[in-house]
């Protein structure tokens, strides 16, 4: 499996990015324009945050999908056991507290607007057969979708008895959405599978931005863009005792597009939340 490495201002870029989602389902970006500054900021801002004590993150405990979500409350689809990690989800309308709101806003901004760039190398690179099917083009799609999230997520040194239970920082899964910007995490542990099931290691070093396919570009491209299943497991050694934060960027689908024939984006959603355990 080799995941590409795109360079965004190259002259061929949407083609370089374009193919390495289609081979893949991954491809890691430099120079896409979000400003390393901010998101050295963005990551100790939010390591204040998780550093606090559960009661005061408890307090931004929010309803659909919003705010904070203590230790192990996700798990992946059919797993068991859930997920070795917190994390707080942002939408535009989401609480956020005071000393992370600007940051976090500048944060998502950029990302947004780098997702709707590459949204648009996805559909022009696409061919006639494929952008076709699109009940309206990607970039249109999800222009200031409500629905966009940002999830900031921190995973505090592995518990070795949790480890040995058979609980990883993230299960096995696939992104429900259409696609996924992840800033660098702070530390290695992401890990995608190719078409024989062997897992590799996606590196992605500070500063990089790996961008994946979700289930929804998927179902929308009939699988030219696939959802590659990706985890992050558990380091080893002195490495267990070190916390690791990474933040992925889910550009999501206004509500009522139609990702095919009968199926809006928000029916879609529903029925995968039952699954992770975060909807009734
Ligand atoms: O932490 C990571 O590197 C990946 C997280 C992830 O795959 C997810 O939250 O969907
Ligand atoms: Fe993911």
């Known amino acids: 499996m080799k995941i590409g490495l795109v360079d965004c201002q190259a002259a061929d ?23 390393a500054s901010c998101i050295d900021a963005v990551y100790q801002s939010w390591a204040k945050f998780f550093a606090q004590p559960d009661a005061v993150k408890r307090e931004f405990v929010q309803d659909g999908q919003r705010g904070f979500f203590p230790y192990r409350s996700e798990n992946a689809k059919g797993q068991a056991q859930k997920d070795l990690k917190e994390f707080f989800q942002v939408y535009p309308d989401a609480r956020v507290p005071d000393e ?8 998502y ?14 559909q022009q690179q696409a061919p006639t057969s494929v952008s076709e099917q699109f009940s309206v083009p990607l970039t249109a799609m999800a222009a200031q979708s409500p629905k966009t999230m940002f999830r900031i997520l921190h995973y505090p040194p592995v518990d070795a008895q949790q480890a040995r239970a058979g609980a990883i920082r993230a299960a096995a899964h696939e992104d429900i959405n259409l696609i996924t910007l992840l800033l660098a995490g702070s530390a290695p542990g992401l890990q995608a599978m190719d078409r024989d099931g062997q897992w590799h290691d996606v590196s992605c070093d500070a500063g990089m931005i790996a961008v994946n396919a979700g289930d929804m570009l998927q179902m929308a491209s009939g699988g030219y863009y696939p959802s590659t299943t990706h985890r992050v497991v558990n380091p080893q050694g002195a490495e267990a005792g070190v916390a690791r934060y990474s ?34």
Not at 100 to 107: E, F, M, N, P, S
């Open 247 to 280: 933040m992925p960027m889910f550009i999501h689908p206004h509500a009522d597009a139609v990702l095919k024939p009968g199926t809006t984006a928000d029916q879609y959603l529903n029925e995968r939340l039952r699954e992770i355990g975060l909807a009734g």
């Open 13 to 35: 870029a949407a083609a370089q990015f374009s193919r390495s989602l289609t081979d893949t389902g991954f491809a890691v970006l430099v120079n896409h324009g979000v400003d």
């Open 100 to 107: 992370q709101l600007q940051i976090t806003q500048d944060t």
């Open 109 to 122: 901004d950029a990302l947004a607007g780098l997702g709707q760039r590459l949204l648009g190398w996805l």
